[in-house]
Nanobody
Framework: QVQLVESGGGLVQPGGSLRLSCAAS????????MAWYRQAPGKQRELVAV???????NYADSVKGRFTISRDNAKNTVYLQMNSLKPEDTAVYYC????????????????WGQGTQVTVSS
C-alpha cells in the first residue's frame, strides 16, 4: 500500500507565493516520476508539472517561469514552488506518482494524493 500526503495549500493574494509538498510512503521500491495536477471548478484535471527520478522536468505552458517542481529522492517527497500566483491558478492541486512497488517486476502503479486547495484572491 502506498500513500501520498500533500500539504501547503491555502489562500494567497495575487502575486504571492506558496510551496506545496507531497510525501510518498508505504511499499515503495522506486519512484519513477512524480507530478502535480490541478483541477479548477468546472474544468478537467490538468498536468501542471512533472519530474522524473533523474531530475528531468516538464511544465504546462501556463506556469512556465512561475512554478518550479523539485524532489528529494531520499525523502520520497516532491515540491511545487509557486510564485507570481494569479487568480486563474486557483484550483485543487493533486500529487501524482508512478511507483514501482516490487523489485522483481518493472511494472508500476499510479497513485494520487487527496488534493490540497490553492486559492488566489485579493
Amino acid at each position: 500500500q502506498v500513500q501520498l500526503v500533500e500539504s501547503g495549500g491555502g489562500l494567497v493574494q495575487p502575486g504571492g507565493s506558496l510551496r506545496l509538498s507531497c510525501a510518498a510512503s508505504g511499499s515503495i521500491f522506486s519512484i519513477i516520476a512524480m507530478a502535480w495536477y490541478r483541477q479548477a471548478p468546472g474544468k478537467q484535471r490538468e498536468l501542471v508539472a512533472v519530474i522524473t527520478s533523474g531530475g528531468n522536468t516538464n511544465y504546462a505552458d501556463s506556469v512556465k517561469g512561475r512554478f518550479t517542481i523539485s524532489r528529494d529522492n531520499a525523502k520520497n517527497t516532491v515540491y511545487l514552488q509557486m510564485n507570481s500566483l494569479k487568480p486563474e491558478d486557483t484550483a485543487v492541486y493533486y500529487c501524482n506518482a508512478d511507483i514501482r512497488t516490487r523489485p522483481w517486476t518493472t511494472n508500476t502503479n499510479t497513485y494520487w494524493g487527496q488534493g490540497t486547495q490553492v486559492t488566489v484572491s485579493s
